[in-house]
């Protein structure tokens, strides 16, 4: 396994490097000027050329690639354009509060999902059956945006139960040490930052969480159908065993495997794509420190954020690939 996992590191040089290319490219593809979005609309044609230069604008795009990959490969992520702060600094508390959402969102997504999947496999063509698959399909079409917007209005405005934007109280902040908060209000012994943390995470990780829950819950409910249908299944229940434990200790690990590729699918999907939410809810993840880079022509870190991310998405499929092993001791990896 150790070889396999070599072999798909060095596999993502290449995917990773054409990844650059097409970034790169599309992001110059983009209609503005940095150095205009910089200084605004009344900037004088000197000063705009003046920091074209300064900021290696105006050099051909081989040259600024190159200059780019060279520093990525040092580890240097580069300078932002309009803070002029180090990427690499500045990125990290935004990939830790996505992080945090999403970890919590998947949970809640296979928690719930595999559970509602299979109930809905044991429980086939009953009223259980019929309710978990209306569930499944009202949140896999059931729009984020709205499904938040309407999670404020109701928990937040009406009934005042929950925090509707932030990450934290503005009035009692959290010292970041990790900058996952959860993690750091234990470490500093504040119990009560804790629960205020949980408390704001709560609404966008369940809107966040809905699409990947209804995904989860039907690929669970196939895959069981057809484990429950196989002989032995029905040697299981002929030698006395309870239904509950032929399901949980038998079915679904034989069954787990599609199931697992759609959880680390939809994990790469909710990192990369969590910029509806992050804002709605004000959350100040990696969705939307991009997008704001998007607003101000930021090259550098757009062109650091997204190769991050898809570095993350690679290394989430590789580590999916590598628990299939674990699900089947039928996969063997040579």
Do not use: C
């Amino acid at each position: 396994m150790l070889a396999y996992s070599i072999r798909r590191l060095i596999a993502l040089i290449p995917v990773l490097i054409g990844m650059s290319l097409i970034v790169f490219g599309i992001i110059r593809a983009i209609p503005g000027d940095p150095a205009l979005a910089i200084l605004g609309q009344k900037a004088t044609p000197e000063a705009l050329k003046q920091l074209r230069h300064a900021l290696g604008l105006d050099k051909p795009w081989y040259t600024q690639y190159f200059s780019f990959i060279t520093d990525l490969l040092k580890g240097d992520f580069g300078t932002s354009l309009r803070t002029h702060a180090a990427i690499r600094q500045e990125i990290w508390p935004h990939l830790a509060a996505t992080i945090e959402l999403s970890v919590l969102a998947m949970l809640i997504a296979v928690v719930v999902g595999v559970n509602l999947g299979i109930l809905s496999a044991w429980k086939q063509n009953s009223v259980i059956d019929v309710a978990s698959m209306v569930i499944a399909l009202v949140g896999v079409s059931m729009p984020v945006f709205w499904l938040g917007l309407m999670a404020q209005w109701i928990f937040s405005i009406k009934l005042g139960w929950l925090p509707s934007i932030g990450r934290e109280n503005i009035r009692d902040p959290v010292t970041a040490i990790t900058n996952f908060y959860i993690i750091d209000t234990l470490l500093a012994g504040r119990i009560d930052q804790f629960w205020e943390i949980i408390r704001h995470l709560i609404l966008p990780s369940l809107a966040l969480a809905t699409i990947p829950m209804a995904i989860i819950a039907r690929m669970t409910r196939s895959s069981m159908l057809e484990v429950l249908r196989s002989d032995y299944i029905r040697t299981a229940r002929a030698k006395g065993q309870k239904m509950f434990w032929v399901v949980y200790k038998h079915a679904l690990k034989n069954a787990f495997i599609p199931v697992l590729t759609v959880i680390g699918l939809q994990t790469g999907l909710l990192l990369g794509g969590a910029i509806l939410t992050e804002t709605i809810f004000g959350w100040p993840g990696i969705g939307s420190y991009i997008y704001d880079a998007i607003q101000y022509r930021d090259y550098p870190v757009i062109q650091s954020g997204i190769l991050l991310v898809a570095f993350i998405f690679v290394i989430i499929n590789l580590i999916i690939d590598l628990l299939y092993a674990a699900f089947d001791p039928r996969i063997k990896y040579k």
